[in-house]
């Protein structure tokens, strides 16, 4: 039985890379047009700017870190750069998600009993990656 959970892991994980390779070069293929030029006013130089300027944050709206739920499931609600992509892993599962114009995202995600570690990962358009760790804990006991 350890064999296969070493092989799903290992599995999981080259997935995992596979896809955050893909997904890089594809921003960076997507951002070359997204350069303005504009001519400096003392020389004939050319100054390269990125465009727009956005603010480089992970925010995550809904759960909240160190919260307890007595649902099996937590709905992970948040904001980034626009059409960034989110990858989103958890005690029980993955999920990747991409932004929305304005920045926002959401998904569900299931939880095991006890502890849950979620570990949610933002790459940006520009190919930059911002990574927030909370923990959620499942449990049914009154409270």
């Known amino acids: 039985m350890k064999k296969e959970v070493i092989l799903a ?3 999981g994980f080259v997935i995992g890379l596979v ?3 893909f997904i890089y070069k594809s921003q960076l293929g997507r951002n ?10 003392n020389n004939n130089e050319i100054l390269t700017q ?16 160190q919260s307890i739920s007595q649902d099996g499931k937590t709905t992970i609600v948040g904001s980034n750069s626009p059409l960034s992509w989110i990858l989103i892993m958890g005690e029980k599962g993955e999920k990747v998600v991409q932004s929305d114009e304005k920045g926002n995202f959401q998904t569900d995600l299931l939880l095991v009993s006890g502890e849950n570690e979620i570990i ?8 930059t ?12 006991a009154e409270i």
């Open 120 to 127: 949610i990962t933002a790459i940006e358009p520009d190919g």
């Open 19 to 21: 896809l955050t390779f």
């Open 50 to 65: 990125t465009s727009p300027a956005f603010e480089k944050s992970l925010k995550i709206i809904s759960p909240i870190d």
């Open 9 to 11: 892991i290992t599995i």
């Open 32 to 41: 070359a047009g997204n350069e303005i030029l504009s001519p400096l006013a």
């Open 129 to 140: 990656q911002i990574s927030k760790t909370l923990t959620v804990v499942y449990s049914t």
